[in-house]
């Protein structure tokens, strides 16, 4: 098989001079075994070299493609169409296709026939062994992710390894591909991250809105008719005692009607993050005519799309731990472990609720279908709502058929928020456009467990309990004990 999964890149860096471009075959080239990059100041960077003294070299980046591309004068198969075809497929850019939900799109349009890249700075990984934690499955590198696409497939995905906060990075990357549509999922994504320290608070809220705002710069000036289609959350709304729209709400005031942006009430730094983008998208939408949908996606649970249950070096990350894991998905795996389900508080917290599976059918559908010029849309991403109690219940009904003995306790609540509220919100827009959703069944519970259980000697047991408090946020940097 390995010389199945084999395939050729060609490396591009970029050092202020003119690009150079040389292409890699196969497994003839020897890396050398250790490289220094000195990059541009970033927030990646910043995060990367915390503690460590800059230098004064010149900037590098890296920038990998697939052979498709630039490897070979010949058409590729499958995703290049010739002259002759009368049309060809979209292209569509996946920015953090590395990642949780990225990476279960990205191979999801390029199955149906797009023609797909991915930018991701690979920062995800490095959150990892900075914290301690790790996903409960084990997943591949990037490059053997492709490989074995490649192998099982015969599609190529392209592969641009860089920050999307370096814009002479992004420029690269767009002038190269030319994106049709950029789905943008390239942003600190935790909430409890973002609540750890001052430093990871600024670096939220420096990448989340300085790469959303280059990608808006990239977009005028280098592909003015490419869609964005920006992952955001329901966070943003908060917990309001009344319905929750989908993006705009019609009042009357003395006597005026009008419609607005529905209010927003972020919880967090990361959630905080999001208002911003979302209001700097409505802003160059009206300003430059930009074509953007906004998805203000729920909590997402399950690991198992079509693509990803392809091979085992194609399988989804799980997080199960107190920073980045979400509810459902972490109660799956303390059932597994025999671990009591941890309950914040009275458990009333009420939000929105989608399997992955519908995650990557509700991208599709906003790139089928898009925004015109100047709109910005707004669709809420989810197909049910939940209290936090019901998903305990709903686990530990379906861990007892499987034999497992499962047990809730209720933690002392770290974050901040209402844990008994109103909570309605509409979800219709997708729907209309096609969206056949996944719900919680009995059946996607009995297999999400048996995944837990299959996984369960990675678990870390002191990964479990949450670490991060809403109210004791200070300035002095965390670390993790060795």
């Given at each position: 098989m390995a010389h199945l999964l084999s395939t050729s890149y060609s490396v591009k860096f970029f050092s202020g001079c003119k690009p150079s471009t040389k292409p890699l075959i196969h497994d003839s080239v020897v890396f050398p075994k250790s490289v220094?990059?000195?990059?541009?100041?970033?927030?990646?960077?910043?995060?990367?070299?915390?503690?460590?003294?800059?230098?004064?070299?010149?900037?590098?980046r890296a920038t990998t493609l697939s052979a498709s591309r630039e490897a070979s004068n010949e058409p590729s198969q499958g995703v290049h169409q010739s002259s002759s075809e009368p049309s060809k497929s979209k292209r569509?850019?996946?920015?953090?296709?590395?990642?949780?939900c990225g990476w279960a799109t990205a191979l999801h349009l390029s199955k149906k026939g797009y023609e797909v890249a991915i930018v991701d700075s690979l920062v995800r990984r490095l959150f990892d062994q900075?914290?301690?934690?790790?996903?409960?499955?084990?997943?591949?590198?990037?490059?053997?992710?492709?490989?074995?696409?490649?192998?099982?497939?015969?599609?190529?995905?392209?592969?641009?390894?860089?920050?999307?906060?370096?814009?002479?990075?992004?420029?690269?990357a767009f002038k190269s591909f030319e994106p049709e549509a950029v789905v943008?999922?390239?942003?600190?994504?935790?909430?409890?991250?973002?609540?750890?320290?001052r430093s990871r608070a600024v670096y939220t809220q420096n990448n989340n809105v300085i790469g959303t705002l280059n990608v808006l710069f990239a977009i005028k000036e280098f592909g003015?008719?490419?869609h964005l289609v920006k992952l955001g959350t329901m966070g943003e709304y908060g917990t309001p005692n009344i319905d929750i729209e989908e993006g705009y709400i019609?009042?009357?005031?003395?006597?005026?009607?009008?419609?607005?942006?529905?209010?927003?009430?972020?919880?967090?730094?990361?959630?905080?993050?999001?208002?911003?983008?979302?209001?700097?998208?409505?802003?160059?939408?009206k300003a430059w005519g930009i074509r953007a949908t906004d998805l203000n996606q729920g909590v997402v649970y399950g690991v198992i799309t079509d693509e990803t249950e392809m091979h085992e070096e194609l399988i989804n990350r799980l997080d199960y731990d107190g920073v980045f894991g979400t509810a459902l998905n972490r109660f799956c795996v303390q059932a597994a472990v025999g671990h009591p389900l941890t309950v914040y508080g009275k458990g009333g917290q009420t939000r929105g609720y989608l399997d992955i599976r519908d995650t990557v059918q509700c991208v599709e559908i906003a790139i089928a279908n898009p925004a015109q010029a100047g709109e910005f849309r707004v669709f809420n991403q989810f197909t049910e709502q939940f209290s936090v109690n019901e998903l305990a219940a709903l686990v530990t009904k379906a861990g007892e058929k499987l034999g497992l003995?499962?047990?809730?306790?209720?933690?002392p609540n770290p974050r901040v928020e209402a844990e008994e509220h109103y909570y309605n919100a509409k979800h219709t827009k997708l729907i209309e456009l096609g969206l056949k959703p996944h719900l919680l069944s009995d059946s996607l519970l009995d297999s999400l467990l048996n995944f837990a259980v299959k996984y369960e000697d990675r678990v870390d047991k002191k990964q479990i309990m949450p670490s991060v408090s809403w109210r004791k946020i200070g300035a002095k940097p965390k670390t993790v004990a060795a």
């Open positions: 220094t990059f000195q990059t541009s100041k970033t927030p990646f960077t910043r995060l990367l070299l915390q503690g460590q003294r800059s230098q004064s070299n010149c900037t590098v569509v850019m996946v920015i953090g296709g590395d990642g949780y900075q914290l301690g934690i790790d996903s409960l499955t084990p997943i591949s590198s990037i490059h053997d992710r492709l490989r074995c696409w490649k192998a099982l497939t015969g599609k190529s995905i392209e592969l641009y390894i860089g920050d999307i906060c370096d814009f002479e990075f992004l420029t690269d943008h999922f390239g942003e600190q994504r935790s909430a409890p991250y973002s609540m750890i320290d003015e008719q490419c019609t009042i009357t005031h003395n006597g005026r009607t009008d419609t607005l942006p529905y209010p927003k009430q972020a919880s967090s730094f990361y959630h905080l993050s999001k208002v911003h983008d979302s209001n700097n998208i409505a802003f160059t939408c003995d499962v047990q809730t306790t209720s933690v």
